[in-house]
């Protein structure tokens, strides 16, 4: 079975790993517009239910995914940490 890797740099999200390593058993991609306007609960485990939207190019797409480290909303959109360090 393929594993894949997500590779990040954005160390204050509470999934980011030494190595650039993105350590969420999932994420969400997400348009900008659609980062803004959803609370964080709608993340990765609701996927199959959103409707797919156009960015246009990188720059309107957001790891929805993303909570600061220390943040009391870790947990709130079903996403945890893999066990893999
Ligand atoms: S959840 Fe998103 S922002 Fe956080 S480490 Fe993974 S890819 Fe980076």
């Excluded at 306007?37 to 309107?60: F, I, T, W, Y």
């Amino acid at each position: 079975m393929n594993q894949q890797h997500i590779h990040c740099i954005v160390n204050d999200c509470h999934y980011w790993a030494q190595g650039n390593k993105c350590v969420a058993n999932e994420i969400l991609v997400a348009t900008d517009q659609f980062g803004e306007n959803q609370p964080d609960r709608v993340d990765a485990a609701m996927a199959k239910q959103l409707s797919p939207e156009q960015a246009g190019n990188c720059l309107g797409t957001c790891c929805k995914t993303y909570v600061q480290k220390g943040s009391n909303q870790i947990g709130i959109d079903n996403v945890k940490k893999q066990n893999t360090f």
